[in-house]
């Protein structure tokens, strides 16, 4: 039971993830971040060029890397190669379409 649990979260880290980002998004990073409406007219608490919108890059590039090794090792305890290699690749690919929706889908603009 622990392995198929294993074998699973890469898959459902992403998407618990990202609903609790987006609340923090909206309640802490855009304030301390500024929301990179306006680049030139940008200012935050921290007196930065960084925004929410570089650390949402940022953060779920990060995560998506992570992930990815992550079910790498997991992969090494499949035994049929086609196995392994499908479940990297779904993992990943899943991983890399949610990152590109959810930076382009929430940009603060």
């Given at each position: 039971?622990k392995k198929k649990i294993m074998t699973i979260m890469p ?35 921290l007196n930065i060029p960084f925004n929410a919108n570089d ?8 995560l998506t890397i992570i992930l990815a090794i992550w079910s ?38």
């Amino acid at each position: 039971m622990k392995k198929k649990i294993m074998t699973i979260m890469p898959i459902i880290i992403m998407p618990i993830f990202i609903p609790i980002y987006i609340i923090l998004d909206k309640l802490i990073l855009v304030d301390v971040f500024g929301c990179g409406c306006v680049p030139s007219t940008q200012t935050n608490m921290l007196n930065i060029p960084f925004n929410a919108n570089d650390l949402r890059v940022t953060v779920f590039s990060i995560l998506t890397i992570i992930l990815a090794i992550w079910s790498m090792v997991i992969a090494k305890s499949i035994k049929r190669k086609i196995v392994k290699v499908l479940y990297c690749f779904t993992v990943i690919l899943l991983d890399v379409i949610l990152t590109l929706w959810i930076v382009n889908a929430f940009m603060w603009a």
